[in-house]
């Protein structure tokens, strides 16, 4: 069997269904790069709902588990839920979406009808001001919240928030965040400020550890550390001594984890990419359009899986920041 070929288990698969999103965040699409006259990819080029239906297929066969959705904002594709019909289809995947919510509160019900199972959406802050200044928005917290509250009626749970803690910007919002979250039974996920893409301008001084976010969080709020859910999973567990829920904090930076990732990330434009700090992506989308059997494509895939060698975050360095790197508005982090 070809998964017996693959020295490092491939169980979770990112697709990243558009490059567009509708706003610019410091964290991936700097305005200064991504501003309103962005070359983003014709329509033709990317990958239509029949091409990433039939690679997912092929991607489960070879053990993955778990698929995203990503973006850029995977809401400003039309007819998504189309897709998720598709995708739902797969036997024994976890079909799950990452949104900045915007467009969450008027897609929740069709998407679950079409059979995501949950949904992670992405907020920095509470406060408008810092939300504006992480995100450059022209839509308020209110709105992002709005959606989740839509997801959850619909049961598209559990709810999972991911928030990019960068210093100077948003550190403030850390305890606000973990307590309205926290009442609200949704986990809340630090993420560490990322080197990912070339464009924005990261420094190590930029990132707010993980372990600093927990001390903070567990001065006012006891935490203790739980086990991970499965082998791989990329958040450190912490739940509240007093019963009342959890959150995770993702260490990319400060405590790499490498050698237990299982993620491979599938861009618009139909490029596999084995990391996400990798510099290109290897074609999928001509072998599919050149008439590539689903043999010949699945062999391709775990040639290269097998011969994966990505260890960006272990070796970070002055040096490798300069290093080019894929943007994360095209794979979805």
């Known amino acids: 069997m070809l998964t017996d070929t693959l020295h490092r288990p491939l169980r979770d698969l990112r697709i990243s269904v558009t490059d567009r999103c509708n706003f610019r965040c410091v964290y991936c699409m700097p305005k200064e790069v991504f501003g309103s006259d962005h070359p983003f990819l014709p329509h033709a080029e990317i990958l239509t709902f029949e091409e990433i239906a039939r690679l997912a297929r092929i991607f489960a066969a070879l053990g993955v ?3 995203r959705l990503t973006g850029g904002e995977p809401l400003v594709r ?3 839920p189309l897709l998720v019909s598709m995708l739902s289809q797969i036997p024994d995947v976890d079909l799950t979406m990452t949104t ?3 467009l969450l509160a008027r897609n929740a019900r069709a998407l679950k009808e079409a059979g995501l199972k949950r949904i992670t959406v992405s907020l920095d802050s509470l406060d408008d001001a810092v939300f504006k200044a992480m995100n450059d928005v022209d839509f308020p917290v209110a709105k992002v919240l709005e959606g989740m509250e839509a997801a959850q009626k619909v049961g598209l749970e559990p709810i999972k928030v991911n928030m990019v803690v960068k210093r100077g910007l948003n550190e403030s ?3 606000p ?3 309205f979250f926290r009442e609200k039974g949704y986990i809340l996920r630090f993420i560490e400020y990322m080197d990912v893409g070339s464009s924005n301008g990261w420094r190590m001084d930029d990132v707010v550890s993980a372990k600093e976010i927990v001390n903070i969080i567990n001065a006012e709020l006891p935490l203790e550390p739980l086990d991970p859910n499965y082998k791989g999973e990329v958040a450190e ?4 001594k007093d019963g009342g829920g959890e959150i995770g904090v993702i260490a990319s930076v400060t405590q790499p984890f490498c050698r ?3 993620r491979a990330r599938l861009s618009a434009e139909g490029k596999l990419y084995t990391c996400l700090f990798a510099a290109q992506g290897h074609d999928l989308k001509g072998m599919l359009r050149s008439g590539a059997s689903d043999d010949e494509i699945a062999q391709f895939i775990a040639h290269l899986w097998s011969k994966r060698s990505d260890r960006y975050s272990e070796i970070r360095s002055e040096k490798t920041v300069a290093l080019p790197k894929v943007e994360m508005s095209h ?3």
């Open 177 to 179: 965040m973990a307590r």
């Open 78 to 80: 039309r007819d998504l």
């Open 260 to 262: 237990d990732c299982n």
């Open 237 to 240: 567990r912490w739940r509240y």
């Open 100 to 102: 900045n919510g915007s």
């Open 331 to 333: 794979i979805g982090g």
């Open 173 to 175: 919002s850390i305890l």
């Open 65 to 67: 588990k778990k698929i």
